[in-house]
């Protein structure tokens, strides 16, 4: 709409992004064809969790890595019934293979129940 009304040519999206990293290809596939995509699905915003967090530990390294992605898990898991007890884990948690195996339990537990 405020491409048509002001002739923006840009919007700034910063925080959005931060556990929903699917919003750049919401935008990108709104603007071609004025259609919404559907919501992620659980698995999806786990496997981009998965994805983050290994690439963070490739930036950053195994300690740095593991910490700076505490912040961002609540996020990833924003919305889910039940999930203190899982966001606990992820947050305290220091070895990668470990986290790795939390975020497969959330897949487990959280896609039999179909919640979206």
Do not use: Q
Request: charged share 30%; with cysteine; glycine share 8%.
């Amino acid at each position: 709409e405020y491409r048509n009304r002001y002739g923006v040519d840009g919007i700034m999206i910063g925080r959005a992004s931060i556990g929903h990293p699917f919003i750049f290809n919401e935008i990108k596939h709104f603007m071609a064809t004025g259609e919404h995509l559907p919501t992620p699905t659980i698995l999806d915003r786990v496997e981009a969790a998965r994805e983050h967090l290994r690439s963070s530990l490739v930036w950053k390294g195994p300690w740095e890595g593991v910490v700076e992605m505490r912040r961002h898990y609540g996020n990833y898991l924003k919305g889910l019934p039940n999930v203190k007890e899982m966001r606990l884990r992820l947050c305290t948690e220091r070895d990668p293979a470990v986290l790795e195996e939390i975020l497969d339990e959330v897949i487990a537990n959280y896609t039999l129940a179909d919640v979206a």
